[in-house]
Structure formats: C-alpha cells, structure tokens
C-alpha cells in the first residue's frame, strides 16, 4: 500500500472519533485533540481494519501522529 493511501486511511478511522483539522505529523494527544479513550479506540478500529496487532509500549519516543502510525503499519506489514 503507498504511503499516501496509508495516510488517508489513518486519517479516516481517527476522524471517525474527532472531525477536527490536523497535520499528519501533529502528536494528537499534546494537542489535545484525542484523550486517552480515542487512542484505545482509534488503535483498535486500525488493529481491525489492517489485521494487524499494534503495540506502543516498547517504543521510545512514541508520538500518537499520522505519520508515526503510517511508519509503525508498514513496518508491521513487511514481516
């Protein structure tokens, strides 16, 4: 999947929770867009659609962006 498609999909599940503007590299959570309910979901709603398992916990400098999202999917796609 590219990255810009991978991008739009993102965008839509966490606006499905906030229809608010955003920048992709924006940490949604400093902002004050999403609170820690939102993360729960949006993480679940993106577990479901990209069969995937998504886990934060062991990353360093975890930052609830589109981008940080995009990079953890693909990275998570190539194994």
Do not use: C, P, W
């Not at 739009?8 to 992709?24: C, G, S």
């Not at 309910?37 to 659609?49: A, Q, R, T, V, Y």
């Amino acid at each position: 999947m590219q990255i810009k498609t991978l991008e739009n999909e993102v965008k839509k599940v966490i606006l499905k929770y906030r229809k608010v503007k955003f920048a992709t590299n924006e940490d949604l959570y400093k902002k004050g867009i999403v609170d820690s309910f939102d993360i729960l979901n949006i993480i679940e709603s993106l577990e479901n659609k990209f069969s995937l398992k998504l886990n934060f916990s062991k990353d360093n400098k975890f930052i609830f962006s589109v981008n940080y999202i995009v990079k953890k999917i693909k990275h998570l796609k190539k194994k």
